[in-house]
């Protein structure tokens, strides 16, 4: 199994991305999906994350009310939907997918699949 994360891209002050992140294979819909970011020079840190049935969310205290996370199951995606974005947003998103199913875990610890990133780059 593979996480492909797309999406990424250079944008300004304010705007908004959409990234997504396929996940083929049948257990998609058994496992949390999270998105975490790694700022230059810093270490990776958490972002946002959903339940199997999407029932349990958790964000990031820095991205809580601009930033919305939402899978399709049916599709095998999870896509994190960044709004308002900021300078500190610039890093490498990952998508990750969790040894657990029913919690929004919030831990790297917690998560044994990885994407290999996109890029989002926010300039004035």
């Known amino acids: 199994v593979q996480l492909v994360e797309s999406g990424g891209g250079a944008v300004q002050i304010g705007d908004s991305l959409r990234l997504s992140c396929a996940a083929p294979?049948?257990?998609?819909?058994?496992?949390?999906m999270g998105w975490f970011r790694q700022p230059p020079g810093k270490d990776r840190e958490f972002v946002a994350a959903?339940?199997?049935?999407?029932?349990?969310?958790r964000y990031a205290n820095s991205v809580t009310g601009r930033f919305a996370i939402a899978r399709d199951n049916a599709k095998k995606t999870v896509d994190l939907l960044m709004n308002n974005l900021q300078p500190d947003d610039t890093a490498v998103y990952y998508c990750?997918?969790?040894?657990?199913?029913?919690?929004?875990?919030?831990?790297?610890?917690?998560?044994?699949?990885w994407g290999q990133g996109t890029q989002v780059t926010v300039s004035s």
């Open positions: 990750a997918r969790s040894r657990f199913s029913d919690i929004a875990a919030n831990q790297d610890f917690q998560y044994n699949l």
């Open positions: 294979g049948p257990t998609f819909d058994s496992y949390t």
């Open positions: 959903i339940s199997r049935h999407s029932d349990r969310t």
